[in-house]
């Protein structure tokens, strides 16, 4: 009886660890733990660099959640920060729990909170639309935050009018739309770069060029790019049309929409603060289009990790890839929060060995530019890379002229080709498995 019980014991342990190993909750984290980051200062166009290790370091789990030990760095250079925000992105050494098997809530629904609401799946925490800034009605002037005067009674988030971070802050964001409070570097929108949208609205990228988490692909299902703390999953800005995984693919969109006017009474100015500096100007609007996301950003849905459907939400955009409100998750989570940040990791936690980019024999589709090139070559990898790719520039003898590299949770690798004669060249990329050849011209 001892044996088949034990036999019994094993078998179940086998199946759930089978189970918990195909959970996009703990085979989606970029892992590292020999890449280091670098950051821009302000007059300096080359990015310096850190001994911060980039991206998550451990992913370990047990029967119920993942544990994703993070500096809170990403692979990409942060800053500068233009706003005079005078913290840097610095190690976090942080620990979060998402759970693997989320629940809705069917109560009233948990609203997002200032600080971490979530993490990306390169380490970096996810913050909601606010920059902890309101109105004081009774001083017809704004609190709370740097420089302003403490809010009456507690947090801004205790006012009605909360300031929405995506327009107030935008002086504030690196290229990548990223910036640090009190150290820890986090996203409150779309983590793609500025100069990868359709209609550029910062000039960051012009002087201190960087990339974000992924890039926009239109024509493709958007990655898996994190989490929020409630555990359900979180999508770029784009998705299957229908929710069953047919349509095609479509941009999908938030149901949200600017009021007219915020009314009358003791309301903020309109020519002070315009229509959309506060949550409040925006209103929820049930739209019949399957692409349009509910109240909480998000919708029940048949996504490429979840064949079977789940809930998840998305990093809406406008049709010129603008961040769009609510942005990400906000106002309020669809599911009953049971992660975040804790102090350490259970007894007993398996660690996850990663395989992404082992076996692989996929290049990702990419984008080379300008081709003839003069001055700068810059290689552009659609989505989002999970594992580190080699780009060499090779003569027609086959001799490495230059050769770079583009890490997991970056997009972007650049190459100076002033200094190379002018002729044909090939574009070498290689994951480690495979390799493609594109041929190249320079011309100056």
């Not at 094993?10 to 280091?36: D, G, R």
């Not at 971070?165 to 779309?190: R, V």
């Not at 069953?244 to 309301?267: A, F, M, P, Q």
């Not at 996301?293 to 990790?305: A, K, S």
Request: aromatic share 12%.
């Amino acid at each position: 009886m001892k044996i088949k019980l034990l036999v019994l014991a094993n078998t179940l342990l086998t199946i759930h660890m089978v189970f918990a190993q195909s959970n996009p909750a703990i085979t989606s984290w970029l892992q590292n733990t020999t890449i280091t980051g670098s950051y821009y200062v302000q007059g300096n166009s080359t990015a310096l660099p850190i001994s911060t290790l980039v991206n998550c370091q451990e992913v370990s789990y047990t029967a119920n959640s993942a544990y994703i030990k993070t500096s809170g760095i990403p692979s990409y250079p942060t800053g500068p920060f233009l706003d005079g925000n005078p913290s840097q992105a610095t190690n976090q050494n942080a620990i979060y729990e998402i759970r693997l098997n989320p629940i809705q809530n069917t109560g009233t629904p948990t609203s997002t909170t200032m600080g971490p609401i979530g993490i990306f799946v390169n380490g970096v925490a996810l913050f909601d639309y606010r920059d902890g800034v309101a109105w004081n009605p009774n001083t017809n002037a704004l609190c709370g935050g740097p420089g302003n005067p403490p809010c009456p009674g507690g947090p801004a988030a205790n006012m009605s009018w909360n300031r929405d971070a995506i327009l107030a802050e935008m002086d504030g964001f690196d290229c990548s739309k990223g910036h640090p409070a009190m150290g820890n570097y986090h996203h409150h929108q779309n983590p793609s770069a500025f100069d990868m949208d359709l209609n550029v609205v910062s000039s960051i990228c012009n002087l201190y060029d960087a990339d974000g988490l992924y890039a926009i692909d239109s024509t493709q299902h958007s990655p898996l790019i994190g989490f929020a703390f409630d555990g359900f999953p979180i999508y770029g800005a784009y998705g299957y049309l229908n929710t069953d995984g047919s349509g095609g693919v479509t941009r999908i969109r938030s149901s949200y929409e600017l009021k007219s006017s915020r009314g009358s009474g003791n309301t903020p100015s309109q020519v002070t603060w315009p229509l959309g500096y506060f949550k409040e100007d925006y209103e929820y609007v049930n739209q019949s289009g399957s692409e349009y996301l509910d109240e909480h950003n998000g919708r029940f849905c048949v996504t490429p990790e979840y064949p079977n459907g789940t809930y998840a939400y998305f990093a809406t955009v406008d049709e010129n890839w603008n961040s769009q409100y609510p942005y990400v998750v906000a106002p309020t989570y669809y599911g009953q929060v049971n992660g975040g940040e804790v102090n350490s990791v259970p007894n007993g936690a398996t660690v996850y060995t990663s395989s992404i980019g082992i076996n692989t024999m996929e290049i990702p589709e990419m984008k080379i530019f300008p081709n003839p090139a003069s001055e700068l070559l810059t290689v552009q990898v659609r989505g989002l890379l999970d594992h580190s790719l080699t780009i060499n520039i090779v003569d027609l003898s086959g001799r490495i002229i230059a050769t770079n590299t583009i890490h997991a949770g970056q997009t972007i690798g650049f190459f100076e080709t002033d200094v190379l004669y002018n002729g044909a060249y090939f574009l070498e990329i290689s994951n480690g498995k495979a390799l493609i050849r594109k041929r190249i011209l320079i011309q100056h």
